[in-house]
């Protein structure tokens, strides 16, 4: 399921474009149905099977917390199983002694190899936004069919970005007002753009900074400001491709990048980088926490409540991209890092001086520097252990 | 301009336009025999 490039996957995102909007059924049972035939084509039916299992458990354990009897028990496992799941998977992926024992166990090494390839981080990020959202928002739970559809979405299976339920609840409304022409060509344009950041712009600098297929290796800090650019135009390149598929075929997909080097703090920056994931940390845990500590400190305290709740949201940030000690400690560093740059902007903002006109021009060149090398900087810390030699 | 709305025709062509001139680059320039995701694995 790899190549933005596939003939099958552009087959089947087209023929949806065409065939969604016919199917006498309601969108997201027809996008469920439709996203079966895609799994099954791209990644082979037993991924299709695996998805199928997965949803069924998960969806059962979402309509048990709905039932007034079992609603605590429901509500526990529903939060617990996808998240033990969560830690079991990437300990099997990034413990080097877990590969060993997962080479002398055949059956669990294949229960693992199953959830790497559903893409189980995402499916994780998925699970516990629809929980979040039917449990303690009182939305509606979807079918099983239409479940699947917003689990295991196969436009966005690889590498995200990460669906709102809400939105994906909303493909149900009416889109006859939507000129066919106007949709179709915003969708190339958004798939056109991709391709040129990710086939142009990603493999020219990529051949440039490491060489005709040299590997993507951080030497010193300029290697990771060349690859941090290069992360970039790859991942929001493969981010649009897969929006302009969502707009094809009428599926709610979020928008990834929003030109996250203008950005003139690291809080700024981290609205306009991986936007569905840090969209996502901040619906669901670092809104809900702060507000907790909010109704506990006093709102007094409500600015502390908020510097608290980054660190649990960055630990997770950490621990999601590699489970190990290094990253979670990357984390809270980054935690660190965004309260300092948070209060400081706070400070200055109070003086009269930042009002002026020559301030917000210093501001507006100087900051996306300042955040470039603040940012490389984090980066270059953990380089070797996110992307080892 | 939202994507509910309907556009003028000449906005369309213009789109049109610029959705081939962007394609006609990738095709002439985009390097895809070296195809690879680094978030592989997430």
């Not at chain 1, 996957?9 to 949806?16: H, T």
């Not at chain 1, 902007?345 to 009269?352: A, H, I, K, M, Y």
Request: glycine share 8%; hydrophobic share 55%.
């Amino acid at each position: 399921m790899g190549s933005c490039l596939d003939i099958h996957f552009w087959s089947i995102v087209a023929l949806a474009a065409l065939v969604m909007r016919a199917l006498p059924v309601r969108r997201t049972i027809g996008f469920g149905l439709w996203n079966l035939l895609g799994l099954a084509v791209l990644g082979g039916w037993q991924l299709t099977a695996s998805a199928l299992v997965v949803t069924g458990i998960y969806w059962s354990l979402l309509r048990w917390s709905q039932r007034t009897r079992y609603a605590k028990l429901g509500t526990w496992a529903a939060i617990m199983v996808p998240g033990l799941i969560f830690v079991a998977t990437k300990i099997g992926t990034d413990w080097s002694i877990a590969h060993s024992w997962l080479n002398d166990h055949p059956q669990a090494l294949l229960l693992h190899r199953v959830f790497v390839n559903l893409a189980y981080s995402y499916v994780f990020l998925r699970m516990i936004e629809m929980a979040h959202c039917v449990i303690w928002k009182a939305m509606p739970l979807l079918d099983p069919l239409s479940t699947a559809g917003y689990l295991f979405p196969f436009h966005m299976i690889f590498a995200g970005p990460v669906n709102l339920y809400q939105d994906h609840l909303k493909m149900n409304a009416s889109l006859e007002r939507r000129d066919p022409w106007f949709v179709a060509l915003n969708g190339a344009d958004q798939i056109a753009t991709g391709l040129i950041y990710k086939y142009v712009c990603a493999e020219y600098l990529r051949i440039a900074c490491f060489g005709v297929g040299g590997r993507l290796i951080s030497a010193s800090w300029i290697d990771t400001a060349a690859l941090i650019v290069y992360l970039f135009f790859d991942f929001a390149g493969y981010s649009r491709i897969m929006l302009g598929a969502g707009m094809w075929m009428g599926v709610p997909t979020p928008v990834n990048f929003n030109s996250p080097f203008s950005a003139t703090t690291i809080t700024d920056f981290f609205t306009r980088w991986h936007m569905s994931l840090g969209a996502f940390i901040q619906r669901n845990i670092f809104m809900p926490l702060q507000m907790t500590l909010v109704r506990r400190w006093g709102v007094r305290r409500a600015a502390w409540a908020g510097v608290a709740a980054l660190v649990p949201a960055w630990a997770f940030v950490g621990l999601w991209h590699r489970f190990s000690l290094g990253c979670m400690v990357y984390g809270l560093v980054f935690a660190a890092v965004v309260a300092t740059d948070k209060l400081m902007r706070d400070r200055v903002l109070r003086q009269s001086w930042s009002q002026s006109a020559a301030a917000a021009w210093t501001a507006r060149l100087l900051g996306p520097v300042y955040v470039f090398v603040v940012v490389t900087t984090m980066l270059h810390i953990v380089i070797t252990e996110l992307m080892p030699a | 301009m939202s994507i509910n709305e309907n556009p003028a025709p000449r906005r369309l062509v213009g789109l049109a336009i610029i959705v081939t001139l962007k394609l006609l680059l990738f095709v002439l320039l985009g390097r895809t025999e070296t195809l690879h995701f680094v978030y592989a694995g997430f």
